[in-house]
């Protein structure tokens, strides 16, 4: 069994928080706010929901969480909004 250290519990409680705070839409998805990647789904289910920091070094805040599909998610990593629409013009 994988053990999760402090910050591992603290990112669960703050997703549980984020989807509760921010449901789904009548179909139980959400949308990815990134739509950056080929892959993009668009669409997002609970299992395939992470959640990104809209801008850099926030952490542990709900406030600027926002729904992202993997790929989208992958391909941004530590860059912010602006710095990946920008390297993709």
């Not at 997703?15 to 959400?30: H, V």
């Not at 850099?56 to 629409?85: D, F, H, T, W």
């Amino acid at each position: 069994m994988r053990r999760i250290g402090k910050k591992g519990k603290i990112w669960i409680a703050l997703r549980k928080q984020w989807i509760k705070d921010n449901p789904p839409d009548e179909w139980g998805l959400w949308t990815c706010y990134l739509q950056i990647h080929p892959w993009c789904p668009k669409r997002i289910d609970r299992q395939r929901l992470t959640l990104d920091h809209e801008e850099q070094g926030i952490k542990r805040s709900q406030s600027k969480l926002s729904p992202a599909c993997v790929y989208c998610n992958g391909m941004k990593g530590s860059r912010s909004y602006e710095q990946i629409k920008a390297s993709l013009q």
